[in-house]
Every structure is written in structure tokens, then in C-alpha cells.
């Protein structure tokens, strides 16, 4: 474990920030900078079958070192970080020994950590953690993840008493918006199943996520005189809010939870000319989801009757869906991950992710992919912090995971 924090503040000192308007693969050129650290780091530790090609993706093998044939496991953590936070210029900060007050990441802006505010802190007490200073992110989605696969392998290879079957590695690019599969080699990475080292925080064990899909809404209005405007204005952007208003209130982010879907408005802009928004459209059972997309363009269709044909048009496409329905009939493998969890002194929290994962698109490519715990809290904020005793247990449920595959499930 000695290597384990080392290497995550290694890692979140570089700026891999995905961009959603980049036309390159990977969308950010120091995403391909930390791959290639990355494969110089697992070729020191003496893995085998390491690949980096041109769009950033890495693949690593760790041979078997049993003589029996067992299910070939892989282990999956992205490179980027989310576009929506700054990333440049990160400092991470341990705090040794959490006291349960505020903690102050950044003093001159006034940002403080509160566990009156983020009251999963209070978890913590008595343990180091690592925080902000308050102008990024942390970068713990999902560089914890990628540290913590890296020396569970390490383990493995220090201690050859632990009989494990062939395990592959995948570091990925450019997750956080939505391409991190466009061009994963599922043939070239030949996994009987994975798992993705991208969840929240300790326990947290994930075979479920929304039905995603994407909207883009542009609106055409009509501008002239305000003041000769009776009868003749259109203005585009009144009538984007005269949509959203249609939309059920309670179903939006701030207002749901659980299995609960949503509307969320994500941008917004526009003139009394031309407005455009966008709208992400969530739901973990299909019915309703796609239901959510009838009704928003069955309201697009009602403003047209009302303000003209084509004065709106929509633009709808699915972004990926829930891994449900790949992952209940290989079970087997969320089973080996309750056990692993359990036996790494871990108590598994089994809930759905609202959100998506390189999983669920990688389960509806042929591999069955749930997704385990990275540790951390508060993603996508510079008030991210993420446990140094997560962090070890992440560690030790890779290990137990790679271990009792050997044990329970021979082919």
C-alpha cells in the first residue's frame, strides 16, 4: 500500500480533462501523456501484452500464474476528468488526521468543507483523507480508480502465494463525455468479464444505471421593434422557457433520487432570434424512459402547432442503457464481488447508479461489467475528498476478487 497514495497524487497532478467540442481522439492531448506514464509504470512491474494505441487506450496483461483454467477477469478505470471543473494546476492535500470540523481548502476564496454540508465526512473521523485546495477538482473520478487497479496488481506480483487466474487491465480515455468505448477493442482485450473501478464511495457495488439519452432543442424566433412588436415578435427564448415549464417540475436533478429519472437542463443559450438547449433524459426502467422522451416531443410538436411549424425542431439520441439487463443473467460475477467485499472487511452497498459507466456500454458490448467502489465523495467539485483508507480497501477487493476467481470459479 506504501506506493498507493503516492501514485494517485502522481496522477491528479495532470490535467487530463476531457473536451466535449474536441473533434480528436482523446478529446485532450495529456490524456495520452498519462497513458504513456502509465504503460512505462506497468511495464517496470513486469506486466506483459502492453498496448497503447493512438486514441489512448492501454491494455496490460497480468499472466496467470496457476495451471488451473479460470475465467480470465478484466479491471477497467478511465483517464480523463470531468470537463464541467477546472483540472489545471491540482494540489492535492492529505489531511492526516480528519477532526470532524471545517475543513478550509482554499482561505482567500472562502471555501471551506463542512461536514454540516457534506455530512459524509462525518464517516471519517480519525482517518486521512485527501482534499482540494479548493480551485479544482480532485480528480478522484477516476484516477483512484486507476491507482488503486495498478497496486493491486503490484500486490499480486510481490505476493506469488495468491494463485490468480490471467488478469487484464484497461485504462481509458475520455469517459466523463460519454466516448469511452467508441473505439475500445473488446476482441483485443478478451475478457470473460470485467469490472469497472469507477464507483463512489467504500462498498459501493453498481450493476445498474439510467437509461441515458441526449436532447438538443433549437428554437427560431422572430425579432423586431419592441416597440411596433404586438402580434409579429417571436422571442425564442420565452418560448424555451414556456417548454421547460412543461416538463414535470419534481423530475428534474434537485428533486429525485434513487430509481427516481429526470429532465436536466444543462445549457441554455440564445436570443430573441435563435435559442438552443440541451437536456439530458434519465430513467433506470425503460418504459418510462422512453415515455420522458415522448412527452418532450410531444411538447416540441404542441409549441409548433402554437407558434408555427418548424419553429422548433429537436434532436434526440440515445446515449447508452441500463446494464441490468446483460448483467442478472451472468450474476455470478456480482457475487464474486459481494464475497471479495466481505472478505476484504468491506459491506457492500448495492444501489443504482444515477448516472452512466464505461460498464454498462461495455456489458451491451459483450462484456459483463459491473462497477466497484473508487472511494471517493463529491465528484466533479473542488469539494471532492476521498478517504486514504477507501482507497486500501478499493486495493484488497481487487485482490480478494482476483483470488477467489481462482478459487470458486475453474472452468
Known sequence: MDNLVERFVRYVKINT???????SFPSTK?????????????KDLGLSEIDLDK????????????????????????????PDVPAENAQPRIVDNYYGKNIVLNKKANIVLS?????????????PIIVTDGNTLLGADDKAGIAEIITAVEYLITHPRIKHGKIRLAFTPDEEIHRGTDKFDVKKFNVDFAYTVDGGPLGELEYENFNAARAKITIKGLNVHPGTAKNKMKNSMLIAMELNSMLPS????AHTEGYEGFYHLTDMTGSVDSTTINYLIRDHDKTRFNKKKDLLIRIVDHLNLKYGARTIKITMIDQYYNMREIIEPEFHIVKLAIKAMNAA????????IRGGTDG???SYMGIPCPNIFAGGHNFHSK???????????????????AELNAKQNKK
Open 115 to 127: 461536514p454540516k454540508e457534506f455530512i459524509d465526512l462525518n464517516t471519517y473521523i480519525g482517518q
Open 383 to 401: 469539494y471532492e475528498f476521498i478517504p486514504i483508507k477507501s482507497m486500501e480497501k478499493s486495493v484488497k477487493v481487487i485482490v480478494k476478487i
Open 250 to 253: 419534481h423530475q428534474s436533478p
Open 17 to 23: 480533462r476531457s473536451d466535449e467540442k474536441s473533434k
Open 55 to 82: 486514441n489512448g487506450y492501454l491494455m496490460a496483461t497480468l499472466p496467470a500464474n496457476t495451471k488451473d483454467s479460470v475465467p480470465t477477469i478484466g479491471f477497467i478505470a478511465h483517464l480523463d476528468t470531468s
Open 30 to 42: 495529456n490524456q495520452l501523456e498519462l497513458a504513456k506514464m502509465l504503460a512505462q509504470e506497468l
Open 345 to 352: 472487511g468491506v459491506s457492500p452497498k448495492i444501489v443504482p
Open 360 to 362: 454498462a456500454k461495455l
